[in-house]
Structure formats: C-alpha cells, structure tokens
C-alpha cells in the first residue's frame, strides 16, 4: 500500500507539469468522445456554466469550473464528487472523464452530478471498459456500455459508444504484461518499463482512428462514453 501511494504522488507531482504530464503514461486518442463533449460545450455557449468533475490538468473551455481532489495549476475547486460544493441545478454542463471508476460509490457520484445540474442540462462522462489498474490512488471497478447506460438511467441517453478502441486497449495489456515479466516484483519497475514499451510502440494506436469506424468497436474497447440529458421536469 505504500508504494502504490508512492507511486500516485509521483503522479500527481508529474500531472501538475504541462511537459512532465507524459511521463505519466501514453495519451490514448479518444476522438469521438472529444468531439462529442466539444460540440456539447458548444451548443450551450460561452455564458454557459460547466463543470469539469476530476478535470486533472489542461481546461476543456475557458467557462468552466475544474474540479478535482488534488490541487494542480488548472484547479478551481478542491473536492470529492460524492459531495459536491455547489447549490442545486447550477450548471449547463457536467464533464467527467475517467473518474468514477476511481469512486467507491459511484451511484452517489452521479445523484450529485444529477443535482447540481440543471433540468435540461447535459452530462457527458467516461470510463474504462478494458484497461489495466491503475489506481490513482484507487481503481474500483470497470464499465460495460449497457451497465453505464444503467449508472445514469435517470438520464435521457443522447449518445454512448466505445471512445479509445481496441488497438488501445491491446496496447495497453500488451505493454503493462511486459513490463510485469520483465519487473522481477517490483512494481515502480514494472511501470517504467511499460511507459517505455508504450512510447516505442505507440504508433499502433491510431490504428483506433480506423476501428472506431466499425458498428461493435465497443465489444473490445478501452473506454466508454455516455452523453446525457437531464429530464426538464
């Protein structure tokens, strides 16, 4: 336990650098999540209030609010998702991208997303399907598209899909089963060497840009992704 919570602080220390960030691990592409969460952003406007629950480092927009547990250089407010700090139907907009497999009681996480949203307003949020742990500080649990469908049932479902697809997920087990054989126990080496064997061949990935076109992508996909609207009464 003790490592790992030393591994997670060196994590948050190298998340909070816009160069060191990669030293982090491979930056899977995700590109009909990224377009999805742009044109909803989009559509409600400048004016509009959106929050970003777990945004980490970067900001989507400049109207919106970053969340998060630790404190980085892009951080609005420090928080828990299970408690959010805000008054009730505030926001347009409510981001969340690969956060609530880290919660342990992500049910709660979305009644808050759910309150704090306005009625009409949009969730957009997303999760591993297939993808190693990877605690930061803790890794609770994975998403199939019909049991994310589920966690947001109160919502109407606008669009949901696989958002890093199969050659990410490939890639992914394929390095982290490397540097596994190759650690000799030690966990601190088993991950230097996947981000290792992960940069050298990373070119791999865009092969997704492709299998993402294909209608069960999803079956085999790295991460998932809901958008949602909250009923307007």
């Known amino acids: 336990m003790k490592l790992s919570l030393s ?11 816009k160069w060191l960030r990669f030293l982090i691990g491979c930056p899977y592409p995700a590109p009909r999540w990224n377009r999805a969460v742009k044109r909803i952003i989009q559509l409600f406007g400048t004016e509009a209030k959106v929050l970003d629950l777990g945004a980490g480092a970067g900001r989507l927009s400049t109207n919106i609010i970053n969340l998060d547990i630790v404190e980085t ?5 420090i928080g828990d998702g299970h408690y959010l700090p805000f008054q009730d139907q505030i926001f ?11 919660v342990k009681e992500p049910k709660s996480v979305v009644a808050e997303i759910e309150r704090v949203l306005k009625p009409g307003g949009y969730v957009c949020a997303a999760v591993p399907f297939l993808q190693g742990f990877h605690a930061s500080p803790y890794d609770y ?3 199939t598209i ?11 479902k606008i ?4 958002c890093s697809g199969p050659t990410t997920a490939f890639h992914w087990f394929f390095r982290e089963y490397v540097g ?4 000799f126990g030690s966990l601190t080496l088993a991950k230097s060497i996947s981000l290792l064997i992960g940069w050298l061949t990373f070119p791999v990935v ?5 299998l993402l076109l294909h209608p069960h992508a999803h079956i085999l996909s790295s991460a998932i992704y809901f958008i949602g609207q909250k009923p307007r009464t």
């Open 146 to 156: 019909a049991g994310f469908d589920h966690l947001f049932v109160d919502f109407n």
């Open 159 to 162: 669009e949901g899909d696989a």
């Open 180 to 183: 596994l054989i190759l650690s």
């Open 73 to 77: 250089a892009d951080t609005d407010v």
């Open 92 to 102: 347009d907009v409510v981001v969340n991208c690969a956060v609530l497999e880290h």
């Open 206 to 210: 865009w092969l997704d840009y492709l």
């Open 141 to 143: 649990q994975r998403y």
């Open 7 to 17: 591994i997670t602080s060196i994590k948050v220390f190298l998340r909070q650098s």
